[in-house]
């Protein structure tokens, strides 16, 4: 972070793990004080979890695959949304996966949170749509060279 911050003076940077609130709130009280506001948000935050069949996944890998890829989107919104309302306008890119779409197998908790993002993604354009807010997801699919 030192090496960071003094190659690049004017640049923010705030290092929080995206599943833990305190951090997520810490992070979003320096960004919107440094920025002075927000006009687009990138939930770009992931981890791919364990590769397993069902029964063999650890509750506390499931959790934590959940959290980082689902729950952190849903915090990171809750908490830019009334920005952009205030804006009246703005835009919400939520990263899921083609496994949010056709599924993976031995990969459940990465694909359940990317079918929840897709959910959260279509419902969230809906709510906020009338607010001048779009809200959009990215369903990347995995190169093989």
Not at 106 to 130: H, M, N
Request: glycine content about 10%; some cysteine.
């Amino acid at each position: 972070m030192k090496a960071f911050k003094a190659a690049h003076p004017t640049l923010g940077a705030t290092p929080a793990d995206v599943a833990d609130p305190a951090q997520l709130d810490r992070f979003f009280d320096a960004a919107l004080a440094g920025l002075g506001g927000l006009d687009i948000m990138v939930n770009n935050a992931g981890i791919a979890g364990p590769t397993a069949n069902v029964e063999d996944v650890k509750l506390e890998d499931w959790r934590r695959t959940l959290a980082v890829n689902l729950d952190a989107t849903y915090m990171c919104c809750r908490r830019v949304v009334p920005v952009l309302k205030k804006n009246g306008s703005g835009a919400i890119i939520n990263l899921s996966s083609a496994a949010g779409i056709h599924g993976f197998a031995r990969r459940t908790p990465y694909a359940s949170a990317k079918w929840a993002i897709v959910g959260l993604t279509k419902s969230l354009a809906l709510e906020l749509g009338p607010f001048g807010i779009r809200v959009n997801a990215i369903c990347p699919r995995r190169c093989r060279g």
